[in-house]
Each structure stands twice: as C-alpha cells, then as structure tokens.
C-alpha cells in the first residue's frame, strides 16, 4: 500500500508561480510512472503531466511550456512547476502513482486569480 500526501497548493495571481508536490511513502516496490491530473467541479477530470521513472515526461497542450514536471527517485516525490499561471489553471490538483497498482493523493486546490 502507496500513501501519497501533496502540498504547496495555494491562491496566486495570473503571471504567478506555484510549485506542488506529491511524497509517496508505505510499502512501495518500483513506482514507474507519477503525474498529475487536475478537476474543477463539474468537469472532467484532465491529465496535466506525467514522468516515468526514467525522467521521460508528457504534458497536455494546455500547460506546455508553462509547467514543469519532475521526480526526484531517491525521495519518492513528484513536483509541478507552475510558471505563467492563468485563471482557467483553477482546479484541485491531484497526483498520483503507478507501483503494482494505482494511487492517488488527497488533492490540493489552486486558485488563480485574473
């Protein structure tokens, strides 16, 4: 069993940088791939970005070139960097981890505002 806990969301302006970051702990073997999604209520929840294990990254359209994800193995953390933050970035973000199974954080709200 994975525990993943997150932390650094908050409340920015448009323009601003927030970074989040996601610590598995428990019974963990080999965690191959983090990443991030993200939900505002009432939609659909949407992949932001995903690492593997290998520092092999994707992102969806939406925050390219903006945010940054991002993985340091020996502490079993995932980052996102979040530069140029818009307003529609507003949502609770979510992280989680592939190890013999799916797991997921307890979600952190970011709020930008315009």
């Known amino acids: 069993q994975v525990q993943l806990v997150e932390s650094g969301g908050g409340l920015v302006r448009a323009g601003g940088s927030l970074r989040l970051s996601c610590a598995a702990s428990?019974?963990?073997?080999?965690?191959?791939?983090m990443g991030w999604y993200r939900q505002a209520p009432g939609k659909q929840r949407a992949l932001v970005a995903t690492?593997?294990?290998?520092?092999?990254?994707n992102y969806a359209d939406s925050v390219k070139g903006r945010f940054t994800i991002s993985r340091d193995n020996a502490k079993n953390t995932v980052y996102l960097q979040m530069n140029s933050l818009k307003p529609e970035d507003t949502d609770v973000y979510y992280c989680?981890?592939?190890?013999?199974?799916?797991?997921w954080g307890q979600g952190t709200q970011v709020n930008v505002s315009s």
């Open positions: 989680f981890a592939d190890s013999r199974g799916t797991y």
């Open positions: 428990g019974s963990i073997y080999i965690i191959n791939t």
């Open positions: 690492i593997t294990i290998y520092g092999s990254t």
